[in-house]
C-alpha cells in the first residue's frame, strides 16, 4: 500500500507540474506584449499539446500504470486513447520542426522574415501540423496497419475483460509500418532539424562576424539588438529540441526494436520508464523557456506575482463640466480657466510627464 501510495503521489504531481507549467506558457504568452510574436505561435501551439497530453493521455496512462498494465475501458477506447498519444507525440516533433525552420527564416533573412513569415502562413502550418498528425495516427490505428496481421487491434475487447491475459491497452509495433511511422515522424524530421539548427548557428557566427568588422564600437549597441534577440531565441528553442530528442529517443528505439522482433511484450519496468521519460518532455518544456529567454522570464515572475503583464496609460478622471488638457503624448489632464489653468501650466511647464506605469506598481 505504501508503495502504491508513493506511485500515486509521484505520477499525480507530474501530471500537476505539466499542466500547471503549460497553462503558465499559454498565458504569459497570452498577456506579456513582449512575447506578441508571430514565433511564438508554434512556442504555444507547443505547449497546447503538451498540456492535452497532460490532461488526456497522461491520467490514463498513470491509471493504466497501477493497473499493472490492465485496461478496463474496452477496446474502442484503448484505440482511441493510443492515437491520441501518437498524434500528440507527432505534433510535438512536427512543432519543433516548424519552429527551426522559422528560426533560420529569421536568423539567415531578417530583412525578409516579415514578409514570408505573415499570420496567414503560420496558422496554416499549425494547420497542417495537426492534420498530417490526425492523419498518421487514428487512420493507421483504425485500419489495422499497424498489427501482424493488420486487422485494427482490441476491436474485440469490451469494458470489464481487464483481467483476461494479454489484454494490455499498448500500441502495437509489429510490421513494416513501424519503420515507415518511426523514421516518417520521428528520425527523419529529427535530422532535418538538427541539420537546420546547425547552418542556423553557423549564420549567426557569421553575422556576428561581419557585424563587429563592419560597425562602429560606439554603434554596435543599437544595430545589433534585434539580431541578439533572435540568437536568444534560437538557443531557448535548441535548448528545447535538445530536451525532446533526449525524452523521446529512448522510447522510439525501443519500440522500434520491439515491432522489428514482431513479439508483444507485456508492460515491464522498461516499458514504463522509456514512456514516462518521453512525457517527461511535455513537463520540461515550460521550464527550459524562463531558463535561457529573459522574456519568459519576466513575464512568468509577472504573471506568478499577479501584477499586469502588460503596461497601460495613466487615465486620470476629469471633473465634471471641465475642459480637458490634451499633451503630445496622448494623455488628458482636466483642465480649468483661471487658477488652475495658471498652476497646470506652471507644474507642465519645462517637464516631461511619465505617463506609463506598470499594474500594481
Known sequence: MISTALRWLVLVSFIILTIGGNVLVCLAVGLSRRLWRIA???????????????????????????????????????NIYVSMD??????????????????YLAISAPLSYSRRVTPLRATLGMIAIWTL???????????????????????DWSIGDEDKEGRYCQFEWNNNYVLIYAFGSFYLPLL???????????VAREQARRIRAATPSFARTA?????????????????????FVICWFPYFTY?????????????????????????????????????????????YGELLRC??????????????????????????????????KDMIKKETEGKSLTTQVRNGL
Open 192 to 202: 532535418l532539424m538538427c541539420g537546420m539548427y546547425l547552418c542556423i548557428f553557423r
Open 133 to 155: 498528425s490526425l492523419a498518421v495516427s487514428f487512420v493507421p490505428i483504425h485500419l489495422g496497419l499497424n498489427t501482424a496481421d493488420y486487422r485494427v487491434q482490441h476491436l
Open 40 to 78: 511564438n505561435c508554434f512556442v504555444v501551439l507547443l505547449a497546447v499539446t503538451d498540456l492535452t497530453l497532460g490532461v488526456v493521455v497522461m491520467p490514463l496512462s498513470a491509471t493504466s500504470e497501477l493497473r499493472s498494465g490492465k485496461w478496463p475501458l474496452g477496446g474502442t477506447l484503448c
Open 86 to 103: 501518437v498524434m500528440l507525440c507527432t505534433a510535438s516533433i512536427l512543432t519543433l520542426l516548424a519552429i527551426s525552420v522559422d528560426r
Open 255 to 299: 519500440f522500434t526494436c520491439m515491432g522489428l522482433g514482431g513479439k508483444t511484450i507485456p508492460p515491464n519496468t522498461l516499458h514504463s520508464v522509456v514512456l514516462w521519460l518521453g512525457y517527461f518532455n511535455s513537463a520540461l518544456n515550460p521550464i527550459l523557456y524562463p531558463a535561457f529567454n529573459r522574456d519568459f522570464r519576466k513575464a
Open 307 to 340: 501584477t499586469g503583464l502588460t503596461q497601460r496609460k495613466l487615465q486620470l478622471t476629469p471633473v465634471s463640466g471641465h475642459k480637458r488638457l490634451t499633451f503630445t503624448n496622448g494623455h488628458r489632464l482636466p483642465q480649468q480657466s483661471g487658477i488652475h
Open 223 to 243: 544595430s545589433t539588438a534585434a539580431i541578439a534577440r533572435e540568437h536568444k531565441a534560437t538557443v531557448t528553442l535548441a535548448a528545447v529540441l535538445g530536451a
